[in-house]
C-alpha cells in the first residue's frame, strides 16, 4: 500500500513586498482591465496604481498577496487601521488575476488573512468602498458578512458605496 501524499497547496499567502510591485500592479490592471471605461481616467489610475504609487500604498497599509508555488502572484490586499479610529479597520485593493477569479478559494483566503490582521490590531469593525459596476465583488462581500452602510463617497465623480462588517 503506498503512503498517501498530502497535496500541496495551489498558493499561499503572504505580506507583500516591494519587490512584488510588478506583481501586484499586474493583478490589480488585470483584474480591473474590464471596468476601465467605467472610471474616470484618475479614478482608474488610483485603484490599479503605478510604479510610482504602489510604495506609498505599501507603506500606509498592510498589504497580502496571494502567490502561486511558481511564485506567480495572483491576488492582493491592502488592510490598515483607520487613524484615529482605533477600533475600526478599512481594506482597499482587493485583486485577483482572471484566471484566479471565483474559484479555489483565493479571495476568501485573501479576505480572512486582512481581517485577522485588522482583528489583531485591535479593530473590532472594518470597512471597505467599492462602486457599482463591480457587481460580482459586491456579491462575494456581502457573502463574506459585508452590508452596505448607506454611506455613499465621491471616487473621482463615481460613487463610492461603503459596505462595514463587525469582527
Known amino acids: 500500500m503506498l503512503p498517501l501524499m498530502k497535496a500541496q497547496p495551489e498558493f499561499s499567502i503572504r505580506g507583500a513586498k516591494l519587490e512584488d510591485a510588478a506583481g501586484i500592479l499586474d493583478c490589480l490592471r488585470l483584474a480591473f482591465e474590464p471596468y476601465r471605461q467605467m472610471y474616470s481616467p484618475q479614478g482608474f489610475r488610483d485603484t490599479v496604481l503605478t510604479p510610482e504609487t504602489l510604495p ?99 471616487f473621482f465623480g463615481m460613487p463610492l458605496y461603503e459596505y462595514v462588517k463587525e469582527l
Open 56 to 154: 506609498a500604498r505599501l507603506e500606509a497599509m498592510s498589504v497580502f498577496v496571494a502567490v502561486t508555488a511558481r511564485h506567480q502572484i495572483i491576488g492582493t490586499i491592502g488592510c490598515a487601521p483607520i487613524s484615529g479610529q482605533a477600533s475600526e479597520g478599512h481594506i482597499r485593493g482587493m485583486a485577483l488575476h482572471p484566471d484566479w477569479q471565483g474559484q479555489r478559494g483565493v479571495a476568501h483566503s485573501l479576505l480572512a488573512a486582512a481581517e485577522e490582521h485588522l482583528r489583531a490590531a485591535g479593530c473590532k469593525r472594518v470597512s471597505l468602498d467599492t462602486t457599482a459596476p463591480l457587481e460580482r465583488a459586491i456579491r462575494f462581500y456581502t457573502k463574506h458578512g459585508y452590508r452596505a452602510s448607506g454611506k455613499v463617497g465621491d
